[in-house]
């Protein structure tokens, strides 16, 4: 095998998905210890640890101890090049967060047991199984009390679609947590919670048969596991690899981020069970991860990361080839040939100037302002473009206006340049001009972004008046006559910057009734140009 094949081949690039305080950074965290990326707990940025961010590019991001952009972490783990997209949580989530899930080979879902599937899972596993990427469960704080494990992997089942199968399975939760049964070596991993304080707890394996657990678990917790064991065949999907690898199937893992139980086995089993980089389809067919052409696709950019240079940094992800710092390249979209350079590639905590990088892995290039999201790069002797990426539809609506109207061009060019980053999606009302503007955002916070950033980068003011509108839909069939439409009365008619017409929805019933006296009107939630 060539050493560039050799490269590719080791390369995982996948996101961590969760609803807040699922335990995500934790989960995080621990992975990165094993790869000895990072020496103890609490370096990876949290809540509480905003002096460690890995992102501080903003100011606003520094005053609220939160990261507003997804971050890329890379380490390695016995023999794999791992590389971690961090989708950020709370109210900075954003649109960013489900474009980070493009560069995904695979996923990660984290669940707190105790909660089971809550809101932001569902709506960043429904992105992951658009793309049918693989889905692997963790099923974290098993150390407190949790729901029933048969319960969680039906909840996963009946929320969110997919078929799950359990690779390891608890023995007991709470204070009764004894550890996990790994249902292929038919062994248990003993959970020995370490008493004052101490936050990871020591293990030990034993045959799952042996009598001399009874005494170790209890003869209830061994009954029990002896159940389980007979159950579990009958209970969720068989074991099926190439279903997995399609995204039909969820193999789920039970543990402990937090005392460190059960992260090392769901890695390992991780790492078994998913792929190396994945082909990408572009307008020339599938391009092979394997080829040594080098190409990407632009999944992010991020704007005046230091505010004295207006610099804009566009993140890729390689899809084929070898990246060398300065190398020449095409840009599809600008239909120019182009030098790559000062690439930067994120280390877990350091950014550092990437020498090289291969298919997989993720890079920050320094970017004069000419792309945009979904950016092909590639070789100048064999031209292609990656497919788009979609437009997620937004929750969050408001109108905004400019305080100064001696200011109307700044206002105007700044909601645009914003809104072409992706960071905001905007749209007038059919006929209207750009006085007033109807800003859509995944996130609440980009709101606050967005005032921040026409403030200080086009000195301008904004007034920003909340809509009640919480759907959004893009008609697909152009024919269509939008006066004839039958729309309830609180539903509004606009379009975006490419001139698409779309819907804005208060409420469910309102897109229902759109459909049901509508039979002609196709809709969309996702826009594919
Ligand atoms: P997130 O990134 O998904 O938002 O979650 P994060 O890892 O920050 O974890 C959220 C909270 O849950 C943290 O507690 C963390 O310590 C706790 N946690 C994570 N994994 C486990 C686990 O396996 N068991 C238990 N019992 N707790 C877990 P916190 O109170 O917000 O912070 P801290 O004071 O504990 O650091």
Redesign the pocket.
């Known amino acids: 095998m060539s050493d560039f094949i050799e490269e590719v081949k080791k390369r995982r690039t996948f996101a961590i998905i969760?609803?807040?305080?699922?335990?995500?950074?934790?989960?995080t965290e621990k992975f990165l210890l094993y790869g000895g990326a990072i020496q103890e707990a609490g370096m990876v940025k949290?809540?509480?640890q905003s002096k460690h961010a890995v992102s501080d590019w903003m100011e606003i991001e520094k005053q609220r101890g939160i990261s507003v952009t997804s971050s890329v972490l890379q380490f390695n783990y016995d023999g794999f090049c791992i590389n971690i997209l961090d989708t950020p949580?709370?109210q900075d989530f954003s649109e960013d967060t489900y474009r980070t899930l493009m560069a995904a080979d695979s996923a990660v879902m984290?669940i707190d047991g105790s909660k089971g599937v809550e809101d932001q899972t569902r709506k960043l596993f429904k992105v992951c199984a658009m793309r049918h990427i693989p889905i692997f469960t963790f099923i974290?704080?098993?150390?407190?009390e949790a729901k029933d494990p048969y319960e969680l992997m039906e909840e996963i089942e009946r929320e969110l679609g997919v078929e799950t199968c359990a690779v390891n399975w608890p023995i007991g939760c709470g204070k009764d947590f004894k550890g996990v049964y790994e249902r292929k070596k038919e062994e248990v991993i003993r959970f020995m919670p370490v008493q004052g304080g101490k936050k990871e707890v020591d293990v030990e394996i034993c045959d799952a048969h042996d009598e001399s657990l009874k005494e170790k678990i209890g003869d209830l917790l061994y009954q029990q596991l002896q159940d389980d064991i007979e159950l579990l065949d009958g209970a969720g999907a068989e074991f099926d690899l190439e279903r997995v690898q399609r995204g039909e199937l969820s193999p789920v893992c039970f543990?402990?981020?937090?005392?460190n139980f059960g992260v090392e086995p769901f890695l390992k089993h991780f790492l078994d069970m998913t792929t190396s980089p994945l082909p990408r389809n572009s307008n020339i067919g599938e391009i092979d991860p394997l080829s040594e052409d080098f190409s990407a696709f632009v999944f992010k950019i991020q704007a005046n990361m230091n505010k004295a240079h207006r610099d804009r940094m566009a993140f890729m992800r390689i899809c084929s080839g070898k990246f060398t710092k300065g190398m020449e390249v095409f840009h599809y979209q600008g239909n120019k040939k182009i030098k790559l350079n000062q690439s930067k590639q994120i280390m877990a905590e350091n950014r550092e100037e990437v020498e090289e990088a291969y298919s997989g892995d993720i890079i920050g290039v320094f970017d004069p302002g000419i792309f945009s999201i979904g950016d092909t790069i590639c070789m100048p002797k064999n031209k292609f473009a990656y497919e788009g990426i979609p437009t997620f539809a937004p929750e969050h609506f408001a109108m905004i206006r400019n305080t100064d109207t001696m200011k109307r061009k700044q206002f105007v060019k700044g909601v645009e340049q914003i809104a072409q980053e992706g960071a905001i999606q905007i749209f007038t009302e059919l006929g209207g001009g750009m006085e007033e503007i109807i800003v859509g955002v995944v996130g609440v916070l980009q709101f606050e972004v967005l005032a921040y950033r026409l403030k200080n980068e086009y000195n301008v003011d904004i007034v920003n008046t909340p809509l009640p509108y919480q759907y959004i839909r893009w008609i697909k069939n152009k024919e269509i006559d939008l006066k004839k439409l039958n729309l309830s009365s609180d539903t509004k008619k606009v379009q975006d910057l490419k001139g698409q017409y779309l819907l804005l929805f208060s409420n469910e019933w309102g897109v229902r009734w759109a459909n049901d006296k509508n039979p002609d009107l196709q809709l969309a939630e996702f826009s594919n140009n």
């Open positions: 969760s609803h807040p305080d699922a335990g995500k950074t934790t989960l949290g809540k509480r949580g709370h984290v974290n704080k098993m150390d407190r543990g402990s981020a937090l005392t």
